[in-house]
């Protein structure tokens, strides 16, 4: 694992909406300073296209995502494991932190539903890219 820098693991179920939602803006926001990392406990076969659309609505492509299973190694790579949705699959190990985001599932909403989920996602990202890299420096 890189020492250097922090690195981040946002998961849900399908890795098909709200982890990639944060995954995205998690780059966005952090650049190379965070390694970014996101998955689900049951990958979907594809992202959920309005999500796509509601994050190029913020200038933010996500098109070249893939839902990726959750792995121990992932988990293990990671200094902070973020859930959302994902209920005990997440593996546990000692030394990391373990946050669980009570956010609303984009599955199956329209855009104007899934725009407030984001919203909520990009202030949430923001505040730990914050707390990870200091106001400074950015």
């Given amino acids: 694992m ?3 820098k922090p690195s981040v693991l946002f998961v849900c179920v ?10 995205g803006y998690l780059a966005h ?8 990392r996101s998955a689900g406990s049951e990958p979907a076969d594809r992202l959920n296209p309005v999500v796509v659309e509601a994050m190029a ?9 893939r839902p990726k299973i959750l792995t121990t190694d992932a988990v293990q790579a990671s200094d902070v494991v973020i859930t959302m ?9 000692p030394g990391k932190r373990y946050e669980d985001w009570i956010v609303d599932d984009p599955a199956g909403q329209g855009l104007a539903d899934i725009r407030p989920i984001r919203d909520n996602i990009r ?11 200091g106001e400074t420096t950015r």
Wanted: aromatic share 4%.
């Fill in 57 to 65: 609505e913020e200038d933010i492509d996500i098109t070249a995502e």
């Fill in 29 to 36: 926001l952090a650049g190379d300073q965070i390694d970014v």
């Fill in 2 to 4: 890189n020492t250097d």
């Fill in 85 to 93: 949705g994902c209920g005990d699959t997440c593996p546990w190990y």
């Fill in 14 to 23: 399908h890795n098909a909406g709200r982890s990639q939602m944060a995954a």
């Fill in 123 to 133: 202030s949430r990202v923001s505040q730990l890219v914050d707390e990870l890299l």
